[in-house]
């Protein structure tokens, strides 16, 4: 089966999670999945992250993190998408829940949160933003 997006299935998968308060999750690893799990797992959202070798691809297995039994991903979002791509240059980098969330911003220096592209004046397509 063919993936369109696979961005917009592993938010899915990890919000189904954290609503079903398991403490792992898997799904197919990609270099941009696990450099977005970086970033989550720097902000604090998740526990820690493994990959794992399964066949050919490979799998990220990731640890929620919880607090007192609930967990600390309140929403996550896809913004831009295949059919809709969301851009924004460095004037206008959106702040989610006025700067308490955070957004992941595909960049010309990588995978980047809204805090750092501001601070390195690029913009680049708006990936998801996580509260």
Do not use: H
Request: aromatic letters at 6%; charged letters at 30%; a positive charge.
């Amino acid at each position: 089966m063919s993936v369109s997006d696979p961005i917009a299935d592993t938010l899915t998968i990890i919000r189904n999670a954290a609503n079903a308060r398991k403490e792992t999750v898997e799904f197919p690893a990609s270099k941009l999945l696990e450099r977005m799990m970086v970033i989550f797992k720097k902000d604090g959202y998740i526990e820690d992250f493994r990959a794992l070798k399964d066949n050919k691809q490979g799998v990220l297995k990731v640890y929620l993190k919880y607090e007192n039994t609930k967990s600390l991903i309140i929403g996550i979002k896809r913004v831009s998408r295949p059919g809709l791509r969301v851009y924004t240059d460095n004037n206008r980098i959106p702040k989610v829940l006025n700067g308490l969330g955070t957004a992941v911003i595909s960049s010309s220096k990588g995978l980047v949160t809204d805090r750092e592209a501001r601070k390195l004046k690029i913009g680049g397509e708006v990936l998801c933003y996580i509260w």
